[in-house]
Each structure stands twice: as structure tokens, then as C-alpha cells.
């Protein structure tokens, strides 16, 4: 069952994870609107149904033997795509002094096909050093995923990429965003607890 980029805003919508109000993003600049994806996911039954949705986009892209995502954003969807491929889900972490890297065990098989998964691409950053990670471990990286692609498709990872949603996010710098002009607080998303 797939699911439009319509259908996909609406999911956050319906559950409160489509904010508005005035952001500063991790790139410094500043929004009116923010994606929590964590509020979506945070819903057991919508996370399969993204999950699915997701998965079902690499279906013509041969067996999967593996899905990967970076901790934290990735883990929950990235867990949702392997159910759907039955393959396994395995996450790599950052470390200060080497990337990201795979801990706790995990392995990969020589020439494993896997999918890179995340839930927002802002920069692409996160996935590319996943699909570099693994490939170091010797993996053929197939393709990446995200629920949201705040980039209006612009991140190129060298590699397929697909997204449920693709945005083109309104932004200002701070020296010219008219919401600083008119006063308004400006919060970092993510970062308190609602109504702090
Ligand atoms: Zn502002």
C-alpha cells in the first residue's frame, strides 16, 4: 500500500508532528515548520505502515539482505523496511574520532546487498556515512530511503534514493527572517520538552 506525499503529511499531521512555529534547524537557519518524525513513529501501527510503505519502493531492486540506519533518527523505520524485506536491521552509532561506525556485534557479510535508511534527509550526510561504513565492511550498498526528504531532492548520494515525501522546507537566515522580526522566540526543535 503506497503512500503519497499527501498521505504521508497527513500522518504527521494527525499526530501532532507537523509543528509550526519558529525553528532554528541544525543548519542554523531558521524555519517556520518542523518535522518531529519521532511523534509519528512513536505510534506502533503508523511506524509499520511507513515502514512498508518505504520498503515497498525497492521492490524492484532485488534481495535485500540487510538494512542499516545511524542511531538515533534511523532505528525505528530502518527497523520497519527489514521486517518487511525479512532481513536483518542493524544501526551504526557516532564516534567521536572515527565516524559512524557498527558496534554491539554487528557484521556484514561480504557483497551483502543492503539499503541505507534514515527518516529525514536534511543534508544526507548521516546516510552517506552509513553507506560508507558499510561498504567498508564489504557490503553492496543497493540503495537509501528516508520518510521525509527535506533536501527537494537535491542530495545526490551516488547511489538510488527515495523518500515518502519531498519537501522543499521554507528557511531564512537569521539576520533576514521575518519571524525574528517580529519578535517571535525561536526554539530548537527536538531539544525541550513541550511547553518549556
Ligand atoms: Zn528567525
Known amino acids: 500500500m503506497a ?17 509550526r512555529g519558529h525553528f532554528r534547524l541544525t543548519s542554523g537557519l531558521h524555519s517556520p515548520e518542523y518535522l518531529q518524525c519521532a511523534l509519528v513513529l512513536q505510534h506502533p501501527d503508523l511506524a509499520a505502515r511507513l515502514g512498508r510503505a518505504l520498503a515497498e519502493c525497492f521492490e524492484d531492486y532485488g534481495e535485500i539482505g540487510l538494512v542499516a540506519a545511524p542511531a538515533i533518527g534511523g532505528l525505528i523505520i530502518g527497523h520497519e523496511v527489514a521486517r518487511h524485506f ?3 536491521f542493524i544501526f551504526a552509532e557516532r564516534d567521536p574520532n572515527a565516524g559512524m561506525v557498527f558496534r554491539r556485534g554487528f557484521t556484514v557479510n561480504p557483497g551483502e546487498r543492503a539499503l541505507v535508511i534514515e527518516d529525514v534527509v536534511t543534508t544526507g550526510g548521516s546516510s552517506r556515512e552509513v553507506a560508507d561504513t558499510l561498504r567498508a565492511a564489504g557490503a553492496e550498498v543497493v540503495a537509501a530511503g528516508s520518510i521525509i526528504d527535506r533536501s527537494g531532492g537535491k542530495v545526490d548520494l551516488g547511489i538510488p534514493r527515495v523518500a515518502l515525501a519531498t519537501l522543499q522546507v521554507i528557511t531564512y537566515p537569521p539576520d533576514s527572517c521575518p519571524l525574528c522580526k517580529q519578535g517571535l522566540p525561536v526554539v530548537k526543535p527536538g531539544s525541550r520538552p513541550p511547553g518549556a
Open 3 to 19: 503512500l503519497s506525499t499527501n498521505e504521508t503529511l497527513q500522518l504527521f499531521k494527525d499526530t501532532g508532528a507537523y509543528l
Open 86 to 88: 525479512g532481513c536483518r
